[in-house]
């Protein structure tokens, strides 16, 4: 009787997602004439995908769509299943629509107990690190941070360099710090942020749908406290961060950002997410005026995109400014901050100070 309760979901769900149009034919195509957002169902090698219509490199095209509800397979013999819904609610009906699952594998390696292998289907092999505290107790959620390391770097060399296990262990957070892709390919990894960098953008790498997949991986076997969900990340890898910002603000509670920049034509997450930006004045590898190496946009206006739409729209911003450095923010509502501190003698580097900064920002916030 499960069985079939869960097959009949799973039909619904699929009849809840539009039919294939004549526009969508394969992902990459471009869609022009389609809303923003808009979701479509086609069959890749004979099995149902989901895509939507997203702008990517200032174009409208059809992408793999990022899920929210996964199949998890543990590394024994045995397999747990999760399904989760969200729920549409009007002022009159409310209707619940079950997101398509999508299976992926979680392997431990056996010299390594925090090295972890995580294959999504249709993905190739990804990998992780993953910490967690002697405090942790199944008995108490805590926080979990998700780290990305810029291009070119690593999740070993990331994690050593802002000592991140030092403050994973004093203040009792799960770290996660995932590799990018491009090693396999033997070029020099990265993310996959919007309309950078390559060579994750080059191969249309779903580094978001990884970051559900380890997300989901990991709360499925500790403790989270989903106020207390977060990401941060140094130059490309502080890009992506504002990706998972804006399209994943369902899980994603603050996000820190170290000399990164937005890179996507939209952002207008329905959930609040805080937001703490450190950049250095004399960064000429992601200038904070905009160009360099990445021709990335004007990076102060693109921060204060995250929170411009649905309740924090009217956020009003202060600058302060001290010898060191100048400082935007605004407050809303929900506990919901945003903060932009420009280092006048600092370039494109990372300093011990602001992973201090930054820790510290996402524990004073979470999502109330």
Known sequence: MKKLIIFLCTVLAWAAITSIS???????????????????????????????????????????AAVQTLVTSTTSTTSTTSTTSTTSTTSTTSTTILEPLIKYTDVVDLTDPTLHTITVEGSKPRTYNLFIPTGYSKDKSIPILMAFHGLGGSSTTFTNSLQLKVFNQDMNFILAVPNGWGSEAGSQSSWNAGICCAPSTDSGINDVELVLAILDSVTNNFSIDKSRIWAM????????????????????????????????????????????????????????????????????????????????????????????????????????????????????????????????????????
């Not at 394969?26 to 869609?31: E, F, L, M, V």
């Not at 979701?39 to 409208?60: E, L, Q």
């Not at 590898?285 to 004007?298: M, S």
Request: net charge positive.
């Open 22 to 64: 004549a526009s969508a034919m394969s992902i990459g195509q471009a869609c022009p004439k389609t809303t923003l957002g808009t979701r479509v169902s086609i069959r890749i090698n004979n099995k149902p995908v989901i895509v939507v219509c997203r702008a990517v490199a200032g174009r409208k095209r059809w992408i793999r």
């Open 233 to 368: 990340g140094f130059s490309n890898g502080g890009m992506m961060s504002y990706r998972l910002a804006c399209e994943l603000s369902d899980k994603f509670t603050a996000i820190g950002v170290g000399g990164g920049a937005m890179m996507l034509n939209t952002c207008t997450p329905p959930n609040q997410v805080s937001v703490i930006h450190l950049h250095g004045n004399l960064d000429s590898t992601i200038p904070i005026d905009g160009g360099g190496y990445f021709n990335v946009p004007p990076v102060i206006p693109a921060f204060k995109l995250v929170n411009s739409a649905n309740r924090c729209s009217t956020m009003v911003y202060e600058v302060t400014s001290d010898f060191v450095s100048e400082t935007t923010s605004a407050a809303c509502e929900y506990g919901t901050e945003q903060k932009f501190i420009n280092y006048f003698d600092q370039g494109h580097e990372w300093t011990t100070s602001w992973t201090k900064e930054i820790i510290k920002f996402l524990f004073a916030h979470p999502r109330s």
